[in-house]
């Protein structure tokens, strides 16, 4: 019986490239439009939860009927993108780290919750196309992250099974992306794993330096 592959997701943003998209003045700017579209009750619960941007986009969908403050909210997100890779960079040691993995034979992909423009744009801008196999967006999918549905579509793609799948991610959103395909996680980042804002997780490992992942990707199976 042949040996699949292992399957190496990685997260864009903070991951691979390190910009500056303001992610919380960008949910504030949401949470403003928000407050003019639902209930006093109903935005006291959503400030006070842990919601990811995208999910606060989708609350503003189902409340409100003419679309018109839903379009304003995408329109901020995508220029907040935007200028956050006007002076991005590749993290350290990426290039060496996926040169690496390449040549092992691992099945390389990303998995963002950026849209497809600005991820062709900073894979083109960086030249890092040619590690991934596979590069999935919010734009590819119904359920965008923390739902495993673009996990689910990139282990169908490989046809692999989730017990030899490793998703990297440096956010509490990509935690709990991995927990709910049943996908190892490992946390890149150095302020401990994050993914504790709605459920508990513990990730499998913890990396602060990406050529860190070398030796542990390559004991994991």
Request: negative net charge; charged residues 30%.
């Amino acid at each position: 019986m042949t040996k699949l592959l292992p399957l190496v997701v990685f997260d864009m943003d903070g991951t691979i490239i390190q910009s500056n998209i303001d992610y919380f003045g960008t949910r504030q700017k949401i949470w403003e439009i928000l407050k003019e579209t639902v209930s006093k009750n109903h935005y006291e619960e959503i400030v006070g939860s842990p919601r990811s941007i995208i999910e606060l986009v989708d609350l503003l969908e189902r409340n409100d009927e003419t679309n018109t403050k839903m379009k304003l909210a995408w329109e901020i997100i995508e220029r907040s993108e935007k200028e956050g890779y006007e002076d991005a960079k590749v993290n350290e040691d990426v290039y060496e780290t996926l040169e690496f993995l390449k040549t092992k034979g691992y099945t390389l992909t990303i998995f963002t919750n950026n849209s497809r423009e600005l991820t062709n744009y900073g894979l083109k801008k960086y030249n890092l196309q040619r590690y991934f196999d596979f590069v999935l967006t919010r734009d590819d999918v119904k359920k965008p992250k923390p739902h495993p549905e673009g996990l689910e579509i990139t282990m169908k793609r490989f046809s692999t099974q989730n017990n030899n799948v490793v998703f990297v991610g440096d956010s509490w959103i990509d935690a709990e992306t991995a927990v709910n395909a049943g996908v190892k996680f490992i946390y890149f980042g150095s302020e401990g794993a994050t993914g504790t804002r709605r459920k508990v997780i513990k990730p499998d490992h913890t990396v602060e330096f990406m050529n860190e992942l070398i030796p542990i990707v390559d004991n994991l199976w």
